[in-house]
Every structure is written in structure tokens, then in C-alpha cells.
Nanobody, 122 residues
Framework: QVQLVESGGGLVQAGGSLRLSCAASGRTFSLGWFRQAPGKEREFVATIRWSGSQVYYADSVRGRFTISIYYAKNTVYLQMNSLKPEDTAVYYC??????????????????WGQGAQVTVSS
């Protein structure tokens, strides 16, 4: 069992930046970030292998978001720059035990954080 605790998020104006953190109690094959806006399906954002050797992004965030790992704290970050109103959603971190790369389907993830609200005003 892996527990994931998220922090960060909040309200920011368009063009601004936020950073989300996800502290994990253990390591799996990969860890991902997903988001869900009201009335929409959960959407893949980014994923990283715990080895740190590979990262993968959704087209909608590539070049603006950066996923990274701080091994000393078993924490994964999502740095979000140049935020847009359409980035508004609840953001979730999730851990996947399955050694498939990249894992972009939320149904394959085994453990989930509690979610963090990100609101981008225009």
C-alpha cells in the first residue's frame, strides 16, 4: 500500500505559476498527475518513472509543465508555468505499479492522492 499526500494548488491569474507536490510513502514503477474539471473525465497530465530516467507529458501541457522527483523526500513535483484558464481543475497524483511506459490511462493506476484544486482566472 502506498499513500500519496498532495499539497500546493490555489488560485492564480492566467500566465502565472503554481507548484504541486505529492509525497509518497513508497515507490512504484511510475507516478503520474491527472486532472479533472467539472463535468469532464479525468485527464492525463504527466508521468515520470521513479528512476527519473523518463518523463512524458500530455500535448496540452508540454512545454509549460515540468514533472520531477526529489528523492530525499520521496516527493514528486508538478511545476506549472504559463497557466491558462483551461488548466482549471482538481489535480491528482497517482502511483502505478505496472511496468508499462508511458502509462496515461487513469484506470491503470493503483494509488491516488486526495486531490488539489487549481483555479486559473482570466
Amino acid at each position: 500500500q502506498v499513500q500519496l499526500v498532495e499539497s500546493g494548488g490555489g488560485l492564480v491569474q492566467a500566465g502565472g505559476s503554481l507548484r504541486l507536490s505529492c509525497a509518497a510513502s513508497g515507490r512504484t514503477f511510475s507516478l503520474g498527475w491527472f486532472r479533472q474539471a467539472p463535468g469532464k473525465e479525468r485527464e492525463f497530465v504527466a508521468t515520470i518513472r521513479w528512476s527519473g530516467s523518463q518523463v512524458y507529458y500530455a500535448d496540452s501541457v508540454r512545454g509549460r509543465f515540468t514533472i520531477s522527483i526529489y528523492y530525499a523526500k520521496n516527493t514528486v513535483y508538478l511545476q506549472m508555468n504559463s497557466l491558462k484558464p483551461e488548466d482549471t481543475a482538481v489535480y491528482y497524483c497517482a502511483a502505478d505499479r505496472t511496468p508499462i511506459w508511458p502509462s496515461t490511462n487513469y484506470q491503470s493506476y493503483d494509488y491516488w492522492g486526495q486531490g488539489a484544486q487549481v483555479t486559473v482566472s482570466s
